[in-house]
């Protein structure tokens, strides 16, 4: 069992950043993906960003693509999505995810909510105009 929780989020202004944080309990962090998915009011949750285990490897959707980054400290079991040139679309709850890293075998799984065994509460990320 994995217990996630994000933190981080807030009310910003259009072109501020921010930097979300999930912590991760349990001893084998570093052998899941973990993800971030956003839902805006009215909206399906999206798909923001993904990391494997080793941190190597990382996708994002091409909203995200240039002003966010994913990374990870499995030190910290932490994984953070620095969110840079904030836009007022970006506005939504932010979840964490985490799922067993076989389960990815090909990389458009990352954008798969079911391949995600555990999620956190979410965050509120705000962007003013």
């Known amino acids: 069992q994995v217990q996630l929780v994000e933190s981080g989020g807030g009310l910003v202004q259009a072109g501020d950043s921010l930097r979300l944080s999930c912590a991760a309990s349990?001893?084998?962090?570093?052998?899941?993906?973990m993800g971030w998915f956003r839902q805006a009011p009215g909206k399906e949750r999206e798909f923001v960003a993904a990391?494997?285990?080793?941190?190597?490897?990382?996708y994002y959707a091409d909203s995200a693509k240039g002003r966010f980054t994913i990374s990870r400290d499995n030190a910290k079991n932490t994984v953070y999505l620095q969110m840079n040139s904030l836009k007022p679309e970006d506005t939504a709850v932010y979840y964490c995810?985490?799922?067993?890293?076989?389960?990815?075998?090909?990389?458009?799984?990352?954008?798969?909510?079911?391949?995600?065994?555990?999620w956190g509460q979410g965050t509120q990320v705000t962007v003013s105009s």
């Open positions: 995810a985490a799922g067993d890293g076989s389960r990815f075998y090909l990389y458009t799984l990352y954008t798969v909510r079911s391949r995600y065994d555990y």
């Open positions: 349990g001893r084998t962090f570093s052998s899941y993906v």
């Open positions: 990391i494997r285990g080793s941190g190597g490897s990382t």
